[in-house]
């Protein structure tokens, strides 16, 4: 099973940016990477995904401009930069080999925890 590590989460002001990563001991390049994020009392929504080449990448509406997700394949691990942060963004931020419904898996990580709050 794959193993996947986020990290970069913390607390940061509104309009503050962050960089988050997840990590693998292994190859990522045949894998679409997604982040997904889970605010308190809600459900784990998707957030960005990228394709195993990185030629593709997608965003939630509410993210549009203001993350972008990439990766770095000599160091098995995909970013996700975050900008223009707003406190709606506070969540657990968690990365999967999967793109689209959090449903289709199973073995989460920890997850990264975000706080925008001044």
């Known amino acids: 099973q794959l193993q996947l590590v986020e990290s970069g989460g913390g607390l940061v002001q509104p309009g503050g940016s962050l960089r988050l990563s997840c990590a693998a001991s292994?190859?990522?390049?045949?894998?679409?990477i997604g982040w997904f994020r889970q605010a308190p009392g809600k459900e784990r929504e998707g957030v960005s995904c990228i394709s195993s080449s990185g030629g593709s990448t997608n965003y939630a509406d509410s993210v549009k401009g203001r993350f972008t997700i990439s990766r770095d394949s000599a160091k098995n691990t995909v970013y996700l930069q975050m900008n223009s942060l707003k406190p709606e963004d506070t969540a657990i931020y968690y990365c999967?080999?999967?793109?689209?419904?959090?449903?289709?898996?199973?073995?989460w990580g920890q997850g990264t925890q975000v706080i925008v709050s001044s």
């Open positions: 292994r190859s990522l390049d045949y894998y679409v």
């Open positions: 999967a080999p999967i793109c689209g419904d959090s449903h289709l898996y199973d073995f």
